[in-house]
């Protein structure tokens, strides 16, 4: 069973501070992988996607990716209260579809 | 506004009636996906097109849950004989290929009472 596993939150954080979600996936061979951010009630927008160990980099928010432990990370700094919100973590492995976590719900309190 | 377009936004629909939701891709978009979504779950996969081809359908999915994307284009889902279960937001997405981004549409909010 191929799983994606995400703290589901609620994740309280200042404004202002770094905020960082984690996400670990089971299947090896998943390469690439993505962020999606959901406000209630909305669909799921992507916020970023990162294929390579390491950090990638969009405005205040990096994506960190380790493959040998098996997990993701997305870091965003200077949180704002916009960034309110829950955010998905998918896996793509090497078949056909995404593989989704449930999502963490953060909170920036002002 | 190039994005996936879902229509309608909301169905609201009484138990046993047949209900179908439309999904238009990016155009040039091979892949297609369409999920499920209840509060505070991910997304739930239903099926996925790759062009004109279904190529996945979830083994949750009841019988009576059918996708269709003729042409390789549009896609539709059809729930017949819906039931208060069937309840939630669907979701249809795509991608340029395997393995790349995909992007939602904004979703079907289906309410069976």
């Known amino acids: 069973q191929k799983e994606v596993e995400q703290n589901s939150g609620p994740l309280s954080v200042p404004e202002g501070a770094i905020a960082s979600l984690n996400c670990t996936y089971s299947?090896?061979?998943?390469?690439?992988f993505f962020w999606y951010r959901q406000y209630s009630g909305k669909s799921p927008e992507l916020i970023m996607f990162i294929y390579s160990n390491g950090d990638k980099e969009d405005g205040r928010f990096t994506a960190q990716l380790n493959k040998a432990s098996q997990y993701v990370s997305l870091l965003i700094r200077d949180s704002q209260p916009s960034d309110s919100a829950t955010y998905l973590c998918a896996a793509g492995t090497s078949g056909y579809q995404l593989i989704w976590g449930a999502g963490t719900k953060l909170i920036i309190k002002p | 506004d190039t994005g996936v377009s879902q229509d309608p936004r909301h169905k609201i629909t009484k138990r046993g009636q047949n209900v179908t939701f439309r999904c238009d891709p990016i155009?040039?978009?091979?892949?297609l996906y369409w999920y499920r979504q209840t509060l505070g779950q991910g997304p739930e996969f239903l099926t996925y097109?790759?062009?004109?081809?279904?190529?996945?359908k979830s083994r949750l999915l009841s019988d009576r849950f059918s996708a269709e994307r003729p042409k390789g284009s549009f896609s539709t889902l059809e729930i017949q004989r819906t039931e208060q279960g069937d309840s939630a937001m669907y979701l249809c997405a795509s991608s340029r290929n395997q393995g790349a981004e995909a992007f939602f549409g904004q979703g079907t909010r289906l309410t069976v009472v």
């Open positions: 299947d090896r061979g998943s390469q690439s």
């Open positions: 097109f790759q062009n004109e081809a279904q190529l996945e």
């Open positions: 155009s040039e978009h091979n892949r």
